[in-house]
């Protein structure tokens, strides 16, 4: 192996208030994150709908983080620090590129195999910046790469990838220096008494019922994550960002901060468990919408976790993903398509 280029994978985030509408509509053309049911064949003019309709009050919330989506940036550090990483590892035997591949907006995934192919990489290893695996998120992502990549005659590249690492001890350990970071804001005397409210994306119930192992993935990252920590503090499990009128997990996050409150806890910190970037659902529904929320119901010391973003033992977590694959295909001899 001479070369490897790595494709860090997420969603991506509009670059300014006048991309929220397209990147809006990209998201609800995805038939993976959204079921139109019966009317399936109308998609394309329904999802220029409703970005249309939504566009207004989601333009608002990325005013209030400042006129974007921070995600493009915080993941190019994270891409960068991969690289360097990885560039540290191999030396001069391997030639190592880290691009982007955003689903929704740009850099897009067809940008990131672009600027490989162009650059001479043969060698590719897909590296979802989702965790927990589900077929809306990480399977989305794949989907779309296999697509292209049929499109250019599958010849441009051999592909390795890795489709979860919900334990891996590096990425938990990132998360706990994220939480004790964020328990530094709390005062010194109440810090014992804080609830930890472990927050996930939802999905729809049905998709558990066909077997996506998103949730059970969040509930195994967890409980590692409270067993580093000898599950010191109490702690709870909610998801939000629900779209849609299907059924999606429970509890809702809005719901269980009010239910926490009227139980009597005045201490909160929300762990975004299922992000590793922030982004507007960690800045905005998090850390302005459910700040709200938790303040008028009585929840007195209210604190978000920031974003693994570019820890290093994030960035540690996914440098060891890539070593340990790439020295077991090189073992077998092999680098399968």
Excluded at 56 to 83: C, F, H, M, T, W
Excluded at 140 to 147: A, D, M, P
Excluded at 309 to 316: C, G, K, L, R
């Amino acid at each position: 192996m001479d070369n490897l280029g790595i494709v860090l994978l997420n969603m991506g985030g509009p670059t300014s208030l006048d991309s929220v509408q397209p990147f809006l509509e990209n998201l609800f053309l995805d038939k993976e994150i959204i079921s139109f049911g019966p009317v399936e064949f109308a998609r394309t003019p329904l999802a220029k709908y409703i970005a249309k309709r939504r566009a207004k009050s989601v333009r608002e919330n990325y005013a209030l983080i400042g006129g974007k989506s921070p995600i493009a940036e915080l993941s190019r550090r994270q891409a960068d620090a991969l690289q360097t990483r990885l560039c540290a590892a191999y030396g001069d035997t391997v030639r190592v590129r880290v691009e982007l591949g955003f689903s929704y907006w740009h850099p897009f995934i067809a940008d990131a195999m672009d600027a490989l192919e162009q650059d001479g990489y043969t060698r590719v290893f897909l590296l979802p910046l989702y965790p927990q695996y589900s077929k809306s998120t990480t399977g989305s992502c794949f989907k779309t790469w296999r697509n292209l990549h049929r499109e250019r005659g599958n010849r441009r590249f051999s592909v390795q990838s890795v489709k979860a690492y919900p334990t891996a001890a590096s990425y938990v350990a990132a998360i706990n220096r994220r939480i004790d970071e964020a328990l530094l804001q709390f005062p010194e005397e109440r810090r014992d008494h804080v609830h930890l409210l472990f927050s996930a994306h939802g999905t729809p119930v049905k998709l558990v019922e066909e077997g996506d192992p998103y949730s059970h993935q969040i509930v195994n990252t967890m409980n590692a994550v409270l067993s580093a920590r000898s599950y010191a503090l109490p702690h709870h499990l909610s998801y939000q960002s629900k779209v849609g009128p299907a059924r999606w997990l429970e509890p809702d996050t809005v719901d269980k901060t009010k239910e926490l409150a009227a139980a009597g806890v005045r201490d909160l910190l929300v762990v975004p468990i299922a992000f590793v970037t922030d982004h507007v659902e960690t800045l905005h529904e998090l850390n302005i919408e459910l700040r709200h929320v938790a303040n008028a119901a009585g929840i007195e010391n209210f604190t978000v976790m920031q974003g693994l973003n570019d820890d290093e033992n994030f960035i540690e977590a996914l440098a060891t993903i890539v070593l340990d694959r790439m020295a077991r295909r090189a073992a077998m001899g092999d680098f399968a398509q």
